[in-house]
């Protein structure tokens, strides 16, 4: 967002696009190939494509768009870079769901385990790692899904990790649900002794997650401290502190275990570079090596070879990056790759079958960029694909165990700071997109689908066992949640 001149609280809006969260059997298997010395592409997504249960998920962890109160955004109303203006005309009002999925709660924060469901697709893809992605015959690309009502969360989830039950842990960094796609139900929410909004949400091998720094919503510092949250007893446990404060962090789970944690803002509006890596065996933070350019709302996406890839974000908050550089655990250190096309911050990244990554919208001076390219490890380098049908940025995209990227939510553009009131509504309904697209990494196309039940910014988006996709939460509607049924 180059020579940008509006009050800080404008960041607020844009906290934060979404920082997939690798699966556990993703982790696992890219940490099986590297210990065998597989090294390439192929082995990983032969391995992990060939289990429907752990599928080749990176579980879509979507920040939170936290709105400062008395903030008035004045949407203009155009659909970006790369694709046609459309507006958004879905209303934010929830179709009606049969009774397995009608919105009540259960009695405490833990839920009987997820059983496998019958709804997911019957059939995964065999995947080979090739410069075009190689499409097995026998699975077939269907029509699109569709999306149904399942029960209300009573927070709005900014963060969300698939535990090794299958069930869904939420949090917005103060209260907590857990999500069962048994029942398609939320759990009766709790609430965090110490609080850490804005922080980091990383799932860890147990099954326990991890929840590090955050901002004081006093003082507006970044915090250092972080905690140990067990689903099955609800139970938080302080755990080594982050040598550096800070919050809007990216945290990337690696294939060995270990949390990156990188970049941030300690509070005073400046990008960090730094990074440090969390050790669940001493439950202790060390410092790992320094980013190349200091970036906030990056897109990371941890690739099938171990390595995490980080691309664009804002830095100083002055302009959108376009260059992008990749983490090796093995070495500790950042390495510069090829550049992007197009400036982009809080855009969406996945992982494709073949090992390649899609990272597709994105923000560049206050209009969301409809374009999307796709990122070549083997070359580190970028390619143009297809346009998507609307510009959009701080949404979701999400990995179908099919190969197909669901892309769902984010926002058009958030409008120019107009005056601080807080009797205004901060944001227009037209700001908010319910819209949603399927991105065919055999095609390189993206095909515009029927809108989601609500308008969601900043809601969650996870990959469930049984093929289906849980979006929940968003700053128009915060208390719905819905399921992509494949």
């Known amino acids: 967002m180059s020579q940008r001149n509006i009050e800080p609280e404008l960041r607020d809006f844009f906290n934060r696009a979404a920082t997939p969260e690798p699966s556990a059997g993703l982790r696992k298997n890219v940490a099986d190939a590297r210990t065998a010395d597989h090294g390439r592409r192929s082995a990983i997504g032969g391995r992990f494509a060939a289990d429907s249960r752990l599928g080749l998920s990176l579980v879509a962890l979507a920040a939170s768009v936290v709105l400062s109160a008395g903030l008035l955004f004045v949407a203009y109303g155009r659909g970006g870079f790369g694709g046609p203006g459309l507006a958004d005309g879905a209303t934010a009002t929830a179709a009606t769901s049969d009774a397995s999925a009608s919105p009540s709660q259960t009695d405490g924060p833990e839920v009987s385990a997820s059983a496998q469901s019958s709804a997911g697709p019957s059939s995964v893809a065999s995947y080979v790692a090739s410069a075009s992605p190689t499409h097995d015959s026998s699975a077939t690309l269907g029509p699109a899904g569709k999306f149904v009502a399942v029960g209300a969360t009573s927070i709005g989830p900014s963060y969300s990790v698939l535990l090794p039950d ?44 991890l929840i590090a720094g955050g901002m004081d919503t006093v003082t507006g510092a970044g915090l250092a401290t972080a905690l140990v949250y067990d689903p099955k007893t609800g139970r938080e446990t302080p755990t080594g502190s982050l040598a550096q404060a800070r919050f809007d962090q990216r945290a990337v789970a690696l294939a060995d275990g270990r949390v990156l944690v990188m970049g941030g803002d300690p509070g005073n509006q400046t990008a960090l570079r730094t990074a440090e890596i969390y050790d669940p065996a001493s439950g202790e ?185 849980l979006l929940a939460g968003g700053n128009l509607d915060k208390t719905t949640a819905e399921v992509y049924v494949p």
């Open 285 to 469: 933070f060390s410092q790992a090596g320094t980013m190349v350019v200091g970036r906030a709302c990056a897109t990371t996406v941890l690739m099938s070879d171990g390595k995490v890839l980080i691309a664009g974000g804002d830095y100083p908050y002055l302009s959108s990056e376009t260059t992008a550089e990749v983490f090796d655990p093995a070495t500790g250190k950042f390495t510069a790759t090829g550049s992007m096309s197009f400036g982009r911050e809080c855009a969406a990244g996945a992982l494709l079958p073949d090992g390649r990554i899609l990272v597709a919208g994105g923000d560049s001076q206050f209009v969301g960029v409809g374009t999307a390219e796709v990122y070549d490890p083997a070359g580190g380098k970028f390619t143009r694909t297809g346009n998507m049908a609307i510009g959009r940025f701080s949404h979701n995209a999400t990995t179908l165990v099919d190969g197909r990227v669901l892309l769902t939510g984010g926002l058009i553009e958030p409008g120019l700071v107009a005056s601080i009131d807080p009797s205004i509504l901060a944001v227009t309904d037209n700001s908010y997109l319910a819209s949603a697209e399927l991105y065919d990494p055999y095609s390189g196309k993206f095909t515009k689908i029927k809108p989601m039940l609500s308008r969601r910014v900043g809601q969650t988006a996870t990959l469930l066992r049984d093929g289906r996709v």
């Open 166 to 209: 299958g069930r869904v842990f939420v949090t917005d960094g103060i209260a907590v649900q857990i999500f069962d796609p048994a029942t398609n139900k939320f759990g009766k929410a709790g609430k965090l002794v110490v609080p850490h909004v804005r922080g980091s949400v990383t799932g860890l091998p147990d099954g326990t997650v």
